[in-house]
Every structure is written in structure tokens, then in C-alpha cells.
């Protein structure tokens, strides 16, 4: 069964069942109200037409017949016919003889003093004269009356129908608008397994199921971007990986059949291929080894002003190749900090060739260390071209060139590698650019 009809069906059956229960209700209480005033009604005009004959007569006598003709006795069963409705009352006299049987009591009965206390005294100069009994709560109804109630009754059922027309359309309404936002994400869900990953659903309300939307949107946009990037990362690394074993595959051939002299600048050339494409697979194994949580850290402590010194050494001959500085700075005093040196020189060294790489001659390239509120500050800073506004947020996901027409020797995954060792030792690494003045590429770890 639907959910929507399932919903249909609860709310109906909620609703039936109040509009009922109500309908009942009103239903009992408005007979019986209805009974209680006619017999009210009835001993009323009993009563008055009573004291009325004792009035003017002074006796009882002939009291029925007189109250016969006022309709305010049923008639003398004729033989043959149906017997008429009994009235609900006897009168008795002051002698607590009953002069108009009814019920219980029979003509000429004598009524305990008891009984007749309940009664309603009919009197006549101060004294009571007659005592009048009620012997049934079931009115019989005139004709008009008995209209009358069943047009209350009719109405009663109208309305109650009309009350469960409008709770099935309204459940009908609330259970569509209820199951919509579940539809679209099953169709979503659907088209998604089909691997059509970027899916939106609209978000239309700000409840339990809107979050739900959104959260599943944000989850269908974040696989397809990861999915796209994964294609990327695979087709930039089988580019990377082809280029290098084109030329070595080139000149080995032309080695071979002579083409070629083997001089040592071909085998440095050969060298320089075959130590890219190392770098390039040793750089892969580690973001798969990070990612799989397997990145194991020979943590120790170091001193940060160290760590730099050491990582500049191994880029200070390129920088002066290149024409540009290549300082360290200290700012205050340093604590050691537990970290694995090698990975963390890795990364800086990623920073640096990067900063070497995007700074022209004569500029500056200047790795800082600071404290402050138990985290080590590392920086690296240069004067070079700067990162555009749109491409910052990206630059630490895999694979992403900047400069998409550089065939450069770089893999692409220099700043993906720095995050994820960062990140393993519990730090934080990020970028403050200004395109055009330069670049600074900050790293936080805690010192404990
Ligand atoms: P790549 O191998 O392309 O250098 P990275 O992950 O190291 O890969 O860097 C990603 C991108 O970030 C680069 O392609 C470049 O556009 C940008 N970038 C990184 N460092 C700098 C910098 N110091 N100055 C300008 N742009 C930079």
C-alpha cells in the first residue's frame, strides 16, 4: 500500500472516528434534552389544567374527561382498537386515592405518604389538594414534535458526513504534500544507483524531511564533484604517467638501433623521466596509504626552526638558479613539537617548489615559525603571482591544476599530500592569496 494512501486512510479514520464519537454524542444528548423539556412541557400544562378544574368545580370528579378534552388525556380505548398511548401521569386526590391511573399505580389505589413526597402538589387556598405522580420519562411525541427531531437528527447526519467529505480531502491534500518530498528523493535515489550521481531534490519546507532534502542534496553534489574528480585524477595521471615513458620509450628504441649516441646527457635525461615517474607512483602510494588510514608517523621531537632550516637547504640552490631569496624567520621563542620530520619536510618542500615555481626572479620566498595558544605557526610566503579568487577553494583536491595548459612535471597532488599529512598529525594547513603580490601558505599543529 502507498504511503499516501496509508496517510489517506489515518487521517480518515482519525477524523471518522471524532466526528462519531461527536455526532453520537450530540445525538443522545439532544434526545434526551428533547424528552426531559416535553415531559416538563406536558406536567406543566397537566398540572395547570388540574388546579384549573379543582378550581372552578371544588371536587375532582370528572376531572378525566375534562382533561380528555383538552387532549391532555388519551382517548378511551374503543374494542378492537390499538390501545392509545398511556400519558406518563397519575393525579391523585388529598385522600391519596388515585383518580387517573398510570403506571404502577391503578384507579383507586392508596398511595403511601412516601411515594406521593416525590409527587407535585397541586394546591388550592393554601391546602394541597392533589399530588401529581410521574410515571414514565418517555414522552409520546406530537407529530411536529417527532418532525421536528428527526430534522435535528437529519441535520446531525449531514453534518457528520459532510465533516468526513471534507477530512478525507484534507487528508488527501496533507498525505500528497506529506509523501511528495519522499517521492523525489526515491526518484532521486533511483537515478542516482543508475549513476546519474548529480541530483537535486527541492527542499520545500524547514522541517525534519527539508533537512533531509538538503542534506541529501548536499551529499549528491558532493559524490558527483568527488566522482569528477576522481575521473580527473585518473586521466591526468595516465597523461602524466605517458609522457615520461614516451620520451624514455623514444630514446631507448633509438639507443638500440643507433640512432642515437649514448652520451651521458641522454642517460641523465633517461635519469630525470624514470625519477619523475618514481616521484609520481611514490606520491600516489602515499595519498592511498593516507586514505586508507595506513600512513604510519615516526613522530619525534623536533625543533621547528630546524625543520625549515632543513627543508630550504635541499631548495636553496634552485632559488639562486632562479634569482630569488630564500630566507627563514623565527618570531619569539619555540617550543619543540613531536612530529615526523620527514613527512612534515615533504610538505614543506611541496610548498617550496611550489612558491619556487610561481615567484619570478628577484622576488622572495620566506618560511616564518611562530607560537602562540599551544600551536605552532609554519609559514611559506613569496611575492610571486598569487592564486585567483576562484580557484583558491580548490587547490588542495587532488589533481587540480591551477594552470590547466602546464604540461608540467608536477603530479598535481603536492598541496593534496600536505593536507593529508597535516591532517595526520592532528594540524591544519591553509592559503592567504592576493593574485598579482603573492602567496602565503600557512600550517597550525598543536603542540601537545
Ligand atoms: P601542482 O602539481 O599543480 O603544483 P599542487 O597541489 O602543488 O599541484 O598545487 C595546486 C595548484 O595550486 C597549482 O596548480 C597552482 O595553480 C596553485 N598554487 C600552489 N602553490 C602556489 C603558489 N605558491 N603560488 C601560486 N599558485 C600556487
Known amino acids: 500500500m502507498k504511503l499516501t494512501h496509508k496517510l489517506t486512510l489515518a487521517f480518515l479514520l482519525v477524523s471518522l472516528t471524532a466526528v462519531g464519537l461527536a455526532a453520537i454524542v ?27 378544574y379543582y378550581r372552578s368545580n371544588g371536587r375532582w370528579e370528572g376531572v378525566d374527561s375534562a382533561l380528555r378534552q383538552q387532549g391532555l388525556l388519551p382517548p378511551i380505548q374503543q374494542p378492537g382498537q390499538t390501545p392509545p ?23 383507586g389505589e392508596k398511595i403511601q405518604t412516601g411515594v406521593l413526597a416525590k409527587g407535585i402538589k397541586i394546591e388550592f387556598d393554601g391546602l394541597v389538594v392533589g399530588t401529581l405522580l410521574i410515571t414514565g420519562q418517555t414522552p409520546v411525541r406530537s407529530v411536529i414534535e417527532t418532525r421536528y427531531l428527526n430534522s435535528v437528527n437529519q441535520s446531525l447526519l449531514v453534518a457528520a458526513l459532510g465533516g468526513a467529505l471534507i477530512a478525507l480531502l484534507l487528508g488527501l491534500f496533507l498525505a500528497r504534500s506529506l509523501a511528495q518530498p519522499l517521492r523525489d528523493l526515491t526518484a532521486a535515489t533511483h537515478a542516482m544507483a543508475q549513476g546519474n550521481l548529480k541530483q537535486q531534490v527541492p527542499v520545500r519546507s ?5 533537512e533531509l532534502a538538503s542534506a541529501f542534496n548536499q551529499m549528491s553534489a558532493d559524490l558527483a564533484r568527488a566522482n569528477q574528480s576522481r575521473k580527473q585524477m585518473t586521466a591526468d595521471i595516465a597523461h602524466d604517467l605517458r609522457n615520461p615513458l614516451t620520451v624514455i620509450g623514444g630514446y631507448l628504441e633509438s639507443l638500440r638501433d643507433g640512432i642515437l649516441k ?7 635525461t633517461l635519469y630525470t623521466e624514470v625519477r619523475h615517474l618514481q616521484r609520481l607512483v611514490e606520491d600516489l602510494r602515499l595519498l592511498s596509504l593516507a586514505d ?16 625549515l632550516e632543513h627543508a ?28 615526523d ?7 614543506l618542500g611541496n610548498l617550496i617548489s611550489n612558491a619556487l615555481r610561481y615567484t619570478q626572479a628577484g622576488g622572495t620566498i620566506r618560511l616564518a615559525a611562530s607560537q602562540a595558544a599551544g600551536q605552532v605557526m609554519l609559514s611559506v610566503q613569496d611575492d610571486g603571482s598569487g592564486i585567483a579568487p576562484e580557484i583558491l577553494p580548490h587547490i588542495f583536491e587532488r589533481s587540480y591544476r591551477g594552470d590547466v595548459s602546464r604540461q608540467g612535471s608536477e603530479s598535481g597532488l603536492g598541496l593534496a599530500i600536505a593536507r593529508s599529512i597535516v591532517e595526520l598529525h592532528g594540524g591544519r594547513i591553509g592559503v592567504e592569496s592576493t593574485p ?4 602565503r601558505f600557512w600550517i597550525r599543529l598543536p603542540l601537545h
Open 26 to 52: 450530540v445525538w443522545a444528548t439532544t434526545s434526551l434534552e428533547f424528552n426531559k423539556y416535553l415531559v416538563d412541557q406536558r406536567q406543566e400544562q397537566f398540572v395547570a389544567a388540574a388546579s384549573e
Open 341 to 347: 620530520p620527514e613527512r612534515m619536510e615533504q610538505v
Open 292 to 307: 586508507a588510514g595506513e600512513l604510519v608517523l615516526q613522530r619525534q621531537p623536533v625543533n621547528p626552526m630546524d625543520l
Open 206 to 210: 524547514a522541517d525534519e524531511v527539508g
Open 262 to 268: 649514448p652520451t651521458p646527457q641522454r642517460f641523465d
Open 312 to 339: 630550504t637547504a635541499a631548495y636553496q640552490h634552485q632559488a639562486q638558479q632562479q634569482g630569488l631569496q630564500l630566507e627563514v624567520q623565527a618570531e619569539g621563542l619555540l617550543s619543540e613539537i613531536s612530529l
Open 85 to 107: 398511548d398511556p400519558q406518563p401521569f397519575a393525579l391523585v386526590d388529598q385522600d391519596r386515592k388515585v383518580i387517573i391511573p398510570s403506571g404502577p399505580y391503578q384507579s
Open 436 to 439: 598579482g603580490a603573492g602567496s
